[in-house]
């Protein structure tokens, strides 16, 4: 079955530390995405990736980079948290260049900068 | 100007009781559609989808979508509604390289 795994389900950090966010998908999906949910506003695109080492601004980048060496592995990266970054973050990928294809959602990691 | 419209944040309902969620989308998206569950403490689960072809889609857990391009509307619904479909629901349709989301309604089932 499809699998996106998010490695933290809750976490805490303190403004101006460089935070980590891992998602690992088990489908050979070309295309992932991370968005952050919050209430009121829905999902909003933060980056997402096509390939490996390619990626692409979302709608609400600033503040965030991603990286991604291997297919499988997509990880968003605060470099310096702020507390506006307080938010659900969730992880979705795809197939290829298909996006008509439904996204697959990881169970979402609850980030509080203090 | 919003892409994907929920006009209603929030929708109580009976159990057993008929319920409707609208979304409308607007004519800068494509019309692949899709609806989304999240259930709480959980990542988004896929509905339903329409691509093409029959404007009546049906989905899991007794959903159904129907289409309508004359009114750019992609309205949920399910005949008879359980204690269990208490959720977010999100209305999303595909951009030139991602999906937009709608601001999600929160379906709250009354016992």
């Known amino acids: 079955d499809v699998k996106v795994t998010q490695s933290s389900r809750y976490l805490v950090k303190r403004t101006g530390e460089k935070v980590f966010l891992e998602c690992v998908q088990d489908m050979d999906h070309e295309n992932m995405f991370w968005y952050r949910q919050d209430p009121g506003l829905g999902l909003r695109l933060i980056y997402f990736?096509?390939?490996?080492?390619?990626?692409e601004k979302g709608d609400i980048p600033e503040g965030y980079s991603v990286s991604r060496e291997k297919k499988e592995r997509f990880s968003l990266i605060l470099e310096s948290a702020s507390t506006n970054q307080t938010s659900m973050y969730l992880c979705?990928?795809?197939?290829?260049?298909?996006?008509?294809?439904?996204?697959?959602f990881g169970d979402g990691t609850r980030l509080s900068i203090l | 100007a919003q892409s994907v419209t929920q006009l209603d944040s929030q929708v109580p309902v009976f159990e057993e009781a008929p319920v409707e969620l609208r979304c409308n989308y607007s004519s800068s998206v494509s019309v692949y559609l899709f609806w989304y569950v999240q259930y709480p403490n959980q990542g988004l689960q896929l509905l339903l989808k329409?691509?093409?072809?029959?404007?009546l889609v049906k989905g899991i857990n007794g959903f159904e979508a129907e289409f309508n391009k004359s009114q750019t509307s992609f309205h949920l619904r399910k005949p008879s509604v359980h204690i269990s479909d208490t959720a977010e629901y999100f209305c999303?349709?595909?951009?030139?390289?991602?999906?937009?989301f709608g601001t999600g309604t929160r379906l709250t089932v009354i016992p």
């Open positions: 990736s096509y390939d490996v080492k390619m990626k």
């Open positions: 979705a990928s795809s197939l290829a260049r298909r996006f008509y294809q439904p996204q697959h």
């Open positions: 329409y691509l093409s072809g029959s404007t």
């Open positions: 999303a349709a595909r951009g030139a390289n991602n999906l937009f």
